[in-house]
């Protein structure tokens, strides 16, 4: 090897079952620019390198905290020109939008909870009965 490290290659194929992220989705990141191919195969697949395990790492860890691929490539594309603002910084602002967003699922979530507590409430005899029907439905055949 005289000095250089030897390089990892990967198809598309071998990428997706190390990590078990789907082909699909290894083409859809990469044609956004997420990551990085070493070129194609003479049989011409997409070829990747250890580099692309961490990008897909990272891109998991930031999916996971609830970021968007969208955001995601803002942040990349932030990053890989220097647009000036710190990564750090522009990743915090990602981070509270993505806990606004959490918040707001929550809050329509507790809201849902509170429609199904209400429910029950006003109908708790007819759901303990077990047969339950709609005021006015005509196939309803337990009331009158």
């Known amino acids: 090897m005289h000095g250089r490290q030897r ?6 194929g071998e990428l997706s079952r190390r990590t078990g992220v789907p082909v699909k989705t290894l083409r859809e990141y990469t044609d956004l620019g997420l990551i990085y191919t070493l070129g194609r195969s003479p ?8 580099e692309a395990l961490w990008c897909l790492r990272w ?3 930031l999916r996971g905290l ?11 594309r932030a990053w890989r020109t220097g647009d000036g603002q710190p990564t750090g910084r522009r990743l915090a602002q990602l981070l509270d939008r993505s806990r606004e967003r959490l918040t707001q699922r929550i809050a329509a979530q507790q809201q849902t909870l509170r429609r199904i507590e209400a429910f029950e409430a006003a ?8 047969d339950f029907c709609w005021a006015g439905d005509p196939h309803c ?3 009158a």
């Open 7 to 12: 390089t990892t290659r990967m198809t598309v």
């Open 43 to 50: 049989a011409n697949y997409r070829l990747y390198d250890t």
């Open 59 to 61: 891109i998991g860890e």
């Open 66 to 76: 609830g970021l968007t691929v969208a955001e995601i490539r803002e942040l990349t």
């Open 123 to 130: 109908h708790r005899a007819d759901l303990a009965e077990g």
């Open 141 to 143: 055949t337990t009331r």
